[in-house]
């Protein structure tokens, strides 16, 4: 199985800053790579697909990049809202799998 | 307008099997790159991807969880129903059911808003 490995698991930000948060896959993955927002108690939202697309109706302060191994999520300049847990997940190859996530927090 | 929704037993004994199904709306089991995959939650803890199901039938499973998961779709209820056998204390999640849209780059778009299953004697 491809383990993807994110980094940190939690930061301390502020509104305003510029995140950003990696992940990274056991093996390449081409870009072959998605990235979900989860706020508490609510199920994941796709902010990222195919490693640097923007899922319709996202806000562009979040970006994605990388390819192989090595990705990551951009927040140009963070909102309230988005204080949330981010998960990247490989769908390269069957059993598709998550990172343990990153918390963003305040 | 797309939907998925999520139910089943909100409390089963260890040991016991688990049926979980997703009723979906606004697209078709049948048709396309679609599919459906389940991806569980325990409390406090990641995203953990079970199986999945495509309109072609063809499906995948967790590793280590193979023996134990058994997915299928009924089109005609437009279901798709998640098996898990000799469940555990440690199987606690919330489990989300999710629409894949396949094709080259698969992603999940839709999810359903979870249901809470406990594993408690």
């Known amino acids: 199985d491809i383990q993807m490995t994110q980094s940190p698991s939690s930061l301390s930000a502020s509104v305003g800053d510029r995140v950003t948060f990696t992940c990274r896959a056991s093996q390449s993955i081409s870009n072959y790579l998605n990235w979900y927002q989860q706020k508490p108690g609510k199920a994941p939202k796709l902010l990222i697909y195919a490693a640097s697309s923007l899922q319709s109706g996202v806000p562009s302060r979040f970006s994605g990049s990388g390819s192989g191994t090595d990705f990551t999520l951009t927040i140009g300049s963070l909102q309230p809202e988005d204080f949330a847990t981010y998960y990247c997940?490989?769908?390269?190859?069957?059993?598709?799998?998550f990172g343990q996530g990153t918390k963003v927090e305040i | 307008q797309v939907t998925l929704k999520e139910s089943g037993p909100v409390l089963v004994k260890p040991t016991e099997t688990l049926t979980l199904t997703c009723t979906v709306s606004?697209?078709?089991?049948?048709?396309?790159?679609?599919?459906v995959s389940w991806i569980r939650q325990p409390p406090g803890k990641a995203l953990d991807w079970l199986a999945h199901i495509f309109s072609n039938d063809d499906k995948s499973y967790s590793t280590s969880l193979k023996s134990r998961l058994t997915i299928s779709k009924d089109t005609s209820k437009s279901q798709v129903v998640l098996i898990m056998t000799n469940m555990d204390p440690v199987d606690t999640a919330t489990y989300y059911c999710?629409?894949?849209?396949?094709?080259?780059?698969?992603?999940?778009?839709?999810w359903g808003q979870g249901t809470l299953v406990a594993v408690s004697s």
């Open positions: 606004g697209f078709s089991l049948t048709t396309g790159v679609m599919g």
């Open positions: 997940q490989q769908c390269y190859s069957a059993p598709w799998t």
């Open positions: 999710a629409r894949i849209v396949g094709g080259e780059r698969p992603l999940f778009d839709y």
